[in-house]
């Protein structure tokens, strides 16, 4: 029996080494992989600094190149060389590629299949935006990871950085119709319109009612739902309009201002300072003039026959209320502006820092405030800035008489009615704008 046990004993210690071996070259695998694990987790350190670095560096690049420029409307347009939107990317790649070029990578142009930073143009209901984003990868030549047949590993890393442009609410047209259904827009009566600037874009319908001539001299008329031409002989809408499938969000496209919920004051009589008032009243005859800033109101704005408002520099936070203008009221209404526009920065008279966003808004209604606004044309008023009534119908009326209104107008449903010869242009209207501002993903 003792032959056969140290057989067996020897067999053992032969199996054992095997086992021995096995384990070993496994031990050095997994070394060799922490190894060059940790090599790649290096590398790949080293790449996401480099594309954050790069897409930072365009996307700053860019924005300031739009914020300089300061256009009524930022478009998306990557094809045509000479468009804002092109100049601005090649601008800002430009500049990631230099910033590449010193941690040693060379990144490729609107290629990001490997090394490369490309950027994209886009609108998300609210706003027009611009995205840069950034490739980097590399390859790591493998040490004692060799042993299992791994030579090299990949290290990849991506960044991406989404800038708003310093732009105009609702994509700069002139007039908007927020409303998802038909309402929309109605042109009607005789109404003589030319908008000289901006376009008009419904989420919905545009109606031509009587024989309305409206004219938009440089830009587009957009429907989402459905389109009426005038039905009376003269009436034309030009250029024709077109359908399309962008829409303009419902909801939240400016924040509204803070105004309190209790505590509103009697109208001022003569003269105003910015507040919380149970409306605004102007009797027959009389002149009410108001410090420029913040008005919170909850109540009607009621200006009676011959009456006079004067509000320069002022944004009517519409809490609760509407507006009642007699025909023969004499509107001096003008939002808050910069005696400097080259600053988009700048803070009105009048304002503070919280509240100069609304620069450039003349009525800011609230969505829970579903009202109607309406505006004579008549010669005697003026009118600048932004009119936004998100839940609520704005309607302008007037006379034969001629008339420019220097305004937006971004409003649940809109109605121009009447026999008025009326102008729009946002070409010297300092309306609403949103500030620049910078996300950042990887």
């Not at 694990?37 to 739009?66: C, E, P, W």
């Not at 005038?230 to 009436?235: E, N, R, W, Y």
């Amino acid at each position: 029996m003792k032959p056969v046990r140290k057989l067996a004993l020897k067999q053992e210690r032969g199996q054992i080494l095997v086992i021995l071996a096995i384990g070993i070259v496994g031990i050095f695998a997994i070394a060799g992989l922490a190894i060059d694990g940790s090599r790649v987790y290096q590398a790949k350190r080293q790449n996401q600094s480099t594309a954050d670095s790069a897409v930072l560096t365009a996307a700053g690049v860019a924005q300031n190149y739009i914020k300089l420029a300061q256009p009524e409307i930022f478009y998306c347009d990557l094809d045509d060389a000479t468009a804002l939107t092109r100049q601005a990317s090649d601008a800002g790649l430009t500049s990631a590629q230099i910033g590449a070029a010193q941690d040693g990578v060379t990144l490729a142009r609107y290629d990001i299949s490997t090394n490369g930073v490309t950027t994209r143009c886009g609108v998300d209901g609210v706003r027009t935006y611009m995205d840069f984003t950034a490739k980097v990868t590399s390859i790591t030549q493998t040490t004692l990871a060799r042993v299992i047949g791994i030579d090299t590993l990949p290290a990849s890393a991506t960044a991406s950085v989404r800038i708003y442009p310093y732009q105009s609410a609702a994509y700069g047209n002139a007039i908007s119709s927020l409303n998802p259904i038909c309402g929309g827009i109605d042109f009607g009566g005789t109404i003589e319109l030319t908008i000289f600037k901006g376009g008009v874009f419904s989420n919905s319908c545009i109606d031509g009612n009587g024989g309305p001539q409206v004219d938009v001299q440089t830009s587009s008329i957009q429907y989402g739902i459905g389109y009426t031409p005038p039905d009376s002989a003269g009436g034309f809408i030009s250029p024709d309009p077109e359908h399309t499938n962008d829409r303009l969000n419902t909801q939240n496209l400016i924040a509204p201002p803070q105004c309190p919920s209790s505590g509103y004051s009697a109208p001022p009589s003569v003269n105003g300072v910015p507040g919380a008032y149970a409306g605004i009243k102007v009797n027959n005859n009389a002149t009410l003039t108001l410090a420029p800033g913040l008005y919170c109101i909850n109540g009607d704005i009621d200006v009676a026959a011959n009456g006079t408002l004067n509000a320069q520099g002022v944004t009517f936070a519409m809490v609760g209320g509407s507006t009642k203008f007699n025909g023969t009221a004499n509107l001096f209404l003008h939002a808050p502006t910069c005696d400097s526009n080259a600053d988009p920065d700048c803070i009105p008279a009048g304002f503070t820092a919280a509240t100069a966003y609304l620069k450039g808004i003349l009525f800011y209604v609230f969505p829970s405030n579903v009202t109607t606004i309406t505006l004579n044309g008549n010669s005697t008023n003026d009118y600048t800035g932004m009119i936004y009534a998100p839940t609520s119908l704005v309607k302008i009326t007037g006379t034969s008489d001629s008339k420019t209104f220097n305004t937006q107008i971004i409003a649940w449903d809109v109605a121009i009615e009447g026999n008025a010869r009326l102008q729009m242009d946002q070409s010297s209207a300092d309306t609403f704008h949103y500030q620049s501002s910078m996300d950042m993903s990887k």
